[in-house]
């Protein structure tokens, strides 16, 4: 196979690993396998690269060529990412790697999510035990993948994931859901939370259009195979002005939320700020981001939030029940808690859908560690 004697010395590289869950493909042709981390479920021949940029097929085996390989690794406040119900005022050491599964046209991150190794794939090198080293250093309580799709450097996720639980950390993941339910199978144990982030409201021509994705469908599957095996699901949907901000297709996220993993699932509406190659757009007007809460809530939803709007009045949390405000946030800080210490409302006695206790942060962030 041509493939092997041209990769040899990418073989020698510490960062390039046996890729996990894939399958050889006779059917396509001689040396074509399969890969089965993502939905997009690609057919890649000996030499070539999956959609993602960072899984070639070498000699017949299909590799990751990012394991270690990273573009970034920060310690970030939790509220971040956003998980804003699960262990509430906790420290995170955040990696990235590069590489992306989506071509987001409006990405934050296009710099590490859209390099390739031909445009000069990029990182610094630290083994999953550095990485969990690195995060009990600076005092973090928990770990997350985020910044470009964290399914495509799987193999890394998976074994600094495993680390981290030795260590008493737990593991977060931010996604845009396309990852498959047997990937999620095989984090068994190992993930406690995602954060599942839809664009333009699920809106498949938004999808097709400004994110070539054929179909987001499959993300709902996950969810469900996220749910079943006990992960804390926070869903965001971003709302790009003028051609992702339709309502009825945030109406029928909202219910699909509710009905599937529940009313009082944390729900993000994220305002959209120009980049990459849609500059030309404006910020998301602030009345779009309210029109649409209002639709959420209509269908059900009891936490809905609108994310990137400093000072706005839906950055904090509501008593479901009495409407008292237990949460008062100002960005990614909360400033002032006033839930009991079992995550009560102090007016009504209602408990609140949040996992964990709050614990205060006694220091400012985000900060880059390298
Ligand atoms: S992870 Fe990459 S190679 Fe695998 S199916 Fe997804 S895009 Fe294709």
Request: charged share 20%; aromatic share 12%.
């Given at each position: 196979m041509s493939g092997l004697r041209m990769d040899d010395s990418l073989l020698?590289?510490?960062?390039v690993k046996p890729a996990r869950i894939w399958r050889e493909a006779p059917e396509r042709g001689e040396g074509w396998v399969k890969c089965d981390?993502?939905?997009?479920r690609c057919y890649i021949a000996p030499g070539k690269y999956g959609a993602c940029g960072v899984r070639k097929n070498i000699g017949g085996r299909l590799y990751t060529l990012?394991?270690?390989?990273?573009?970034a690794m920060n310690l970030d406040p939790i509220e971040k990412k956003p998980?804003?119900?699960?262990?509430?005022?906790s420290v995170v050491l955040s990696i990235s790697t590069a590489g992306c599964n989506f071509y987001c046209?409006?990405?934050?991150?296009f710099e590490i999510s859209q390099s390739r190794l031909e445009k000069g794939l990029y990182g610094f090198f630290r083994e999953p035990e550095d990485i969990v080293l690195t995060a009990l250093k600076h005092g973090a309580d928990g770990m997350t993948y985020t910044y470009n799709e964290p399914t495509i450097f799987f193999e890394l996720l998976q074994d600094t994931a495993r680390i981290a639980k030795k260590y008493g950390l737990f593991n977060t993941m931010v996604t845009?859901?396309?990852?498959?339910p047997e990937a999620v199978d095989e984090l068994e144990g190992l993930m406690d939370a995602a954060t599942v982030d839809f664009k333009g409201g699920g809106d498949p021509e938004f999808y097709r259009k400004?994110?070539?994705?054929?179909?987001?469908?499959?993300i709902f599957e996950s969810m469900l195979a996220m749910k079943e095996k006990g992960w804390w699901i926070e869903v965001t949907n971003l709302v790009v002005p003028q051609i992702g901000d339709k309502p009825e297709y945030v109406r029928k996220l909202a219910r699909w939320v509710v009905e599937n993993?529940?009313?009082e699932t944390p729900f993000h509406l994220l305002r959209f700020h120009p980049d990459?190659?849609?500059?030309h757009l404006p910020h998301t007007p602030v009345k779009t981001l309210e029109n649409l809460a209002k639709i959420a809530m209509e269908e059900g939803l009891k936490h809905v939030y609108i994310g990137n709007?400093?000072?706005?009045?839906?950055?904090d949390t509501y008593c479901?029940?009495?409407?008292?405000?237990v949460v008062d946030r100002e960005g990614f800080a909360i400033v002032d808690w006033r839930l009991?210490?079992?995550?009560?409302?102090?007016?009504?006695g209602y408990k609140l859908n949040i996992k964990g206790r709050y614990k205060p942060r006694s220091f400012h962030l985000p900060v880059p560690v390298f």
């Open positions: 020698k590289k510490p960062h981390l993502c939905h997009r990012v394991y270690g390989l990273l573009t998980l804003l119900h699960f262990n509430p005022g046209q409006f990405c934050q991150n845009n859901g396309y990852i498959t400004i994110m070539f994705v054929p179909d987001p469908e499959p993993l529940g009313p990459y190659k849609l500059r709007v400093w000072g706005h009045p839906l950055e479901p029940r009495c409407g008292y405000k009991t210490s079992d995550n009560r409302c102090p007016k009504c």
